[in-house]
């Protein structure tokens, strides 16, 4: 009998350093749990719903976060540490402007109807992350779009209008109604939820235990 697919909605932000980290993790965790059937969602996440759609200069962003740029050193250094663990790269020097990121989101639901949400998530973040890439600016987001497969003419339009901007406001409003307020958040069949980047051992153990579960009860 063929197992029951188990949902997994991957709450999360590609301003997130701790939701790049968790995004390799959970990969290799449905690796490490292949004979499972899974079915993944990507779902928005504003980490810092105050910045305004141009975005800020990253100084002032540090600041109003952190207190300084300065400030934020130390807490770069544990996480550019944790993502090389992961083979990722996180260059915080390099980023230059915050982005507000209702934007990005739009693409990866996009990107969703061509079943490439995760390589529109992992552009965007290795954009960021790696290049110290300008998500505010449309023509990186145009080109992001273009470099995993979608039609830049099509996207350039559409990121003109306000398509979707009402529909991921509430997706990402529902996950704080719901309570979600770190990221990444990792929600197994609608029921259980995981919090933060956790190593893909443990999560490849709940992705096994859920799926058990629910198969058990069908």
């Known amino acids: ?18 939701c790049y980290i968790g995004k390799k993790r959970i990969e290799d965790a449905l690796a490490l749990a292949s004979d499972v059937p899974v079915h993944v969602n990507w779902r928005p996440f504003f980490l810092n719903p ?29 996480v550019v540490a944790a993502a090389e663990e992961e083979g990722l790269q996180y260059n915080p020097g390099s980023v230059k402007r915050q982005p507000n990121t209702i934007d990005c989101h739009r693409l990866i639901l996009w990107a969703d109807a061509e079943g490439k949400a995760a390589q529109m998530k992992q552009r965007l973040m290795e954009l960021y992350f790696r290049d110290g890439g300008d998500l505010t600016d449309s023509n990186v987001l145009v080109q992001a779009a273009a470099d995993v497969g979608l039609d830049a003419e099509s996207v350039r339009k559409r990121l003109a209008t306000d398509e979707d901007v009402e529909r991921i406001s509430a997706d990402a409003q529902e996950a704080a ?33 859920v799926s058990a579960e629910i198969n058990q009860a069908a």
């Open 50 to 78: 105050w910045v305004p759609r141009e975005g800020i200069t990253r100084d002032e962003y540090l600041t109003a976060k952190f207190g300084s740029p300065e400030a934020y050193k130390n807490i770069a250094g544990r």
């Open 177 to 209: 109604d719901k309570g979600i307020s770190g990221v990444p958040t990792f929600v197994f069949a609608q029921k259980y939820a995981v919090s933060g980047a956790q190593p893909a051992d443990q999560l490849a153990r709940a992705i096994r235990q």
């Open 1 to 18: 009998m063929a197992l029951k697919p188990l949902q997994i909605d991957i709450v999360s932000d590609v301003v997130c350093p701790w």
